[in-house]
């Protein structure tokens, strides 16, 4: 099956800090998802990025599908940035399920 | 409008009982999943309902798990026979088609968190 890769597992900011989080696949894929789990657990939507790039705020995504890699960029980070962030694809064939990463883990200390 | 809700939020069971866990996806979605998200496996697909059908079961890990979803709407997990390794937070999603390659994008409920004594 499809292998997504996330790095860094883990990252420490100061907050005001710039960070930027990277997302590898193996394969073809028709979608890709970033999703910000917050301490309660709930998956927050923050792009649906098949390509291109997208803002929302402090953040932005970019999705060069055609090098198999995804970047969420995060500006000025607060602390309630802190959290788990998941890259997650749906591939090119076959079912629309998503395959997720082991996700990046964000600590933002004040 | 309302997001994904699921039911119940925690629960608590001895190994050996049944357990059901339901899902009320986002109204008109055609598509729903199951996830389970656990501390060794990270986040892993169970299952996908396209409507009331279920064509890709590949990710249900053993024939003590089924799920059905009734009126396009309502999905309820099924785990029988619980086991410890059945310990996990249950994760619903549904989306607007159920057609893979246009806009689909998955949005999640907030989870049953299942213990197994």
């Known amino acids: 099956g499809i292998q997504v890769e996330q790095s860094p597992p883990d990252l420490i900011l100061q907050e005001g800090a710039n960070s930027t989080l990277r997302c590898n696949f193996s394969?073809?894929?028709?979608?890709l998802q970033w999703f910000h789990q917050n301490p309660w657990g709930q998956l927050i939507n923050l792009f649906y990025?098949?390509?291109g790039t997208k803002q929302n705020g402090r953040l932005s995504a970019t999705t060069v599908a055609t090098e198999r890699y995804s970047l969420l960029y995060i500006s000025s980070s607060q602390t309630t940035d802190s959290g788990v962030y998941f890259c997650?694809?749906?591939?090119?064939?076959?079912?629309?399920?998503?395959?997720f990463g082991k996700g990046t883990m964000l600590l933002v200390s004040p | 409008g309302a997001g994904v809700s699921q039911s119940p939020s925690n629960k608590v069971t001895e190994k050996g009982k049944d357990v059901e866990l339901r899902c009320d996806p986002i109204?008109?979605?055609?598509?729903l999943y199951w996830y389970r998200q656990s501390l060794g496996q990270g986040l892993e697909f169970l299952i996908y309902?396209?409507?009331?059908?279920?064509?890709?079961k590949s990710g249900l890990p053993s024939d003590r798990f089924s799920a059905e979803r009734t009126g396009g709407s309502v999905s309820t997990l099924t785990i029988q026979r619980t086991q410890q390794e059945d310990s996990a937070v249950y994760l619903c999603?549904?989306?607007?088609?159920?057609?893979?390659?246009?806009?689909?994008?998955?949005?999640f409920g907030p989870g049953t968190r299942l213990t197994v004594l």
């Open positions: 999603a549904s989306s607007p088609i159920a057609t893979s390659g246009t806009d689909n994008e998955q949005f």
């Open positions: 394969d073809s894929v028709n979608n």
């Open positions: 990025i098949p390509s």
């Open positions: 997650a694809v749906e591939r090119h064939s076959g079912y629309s399920t998503l395959t």
């Open positions: 109204s008109g979605h055609t598509a």
């Open positions: 309902f396209q409507g009331n059908s279920a064509p890709d």
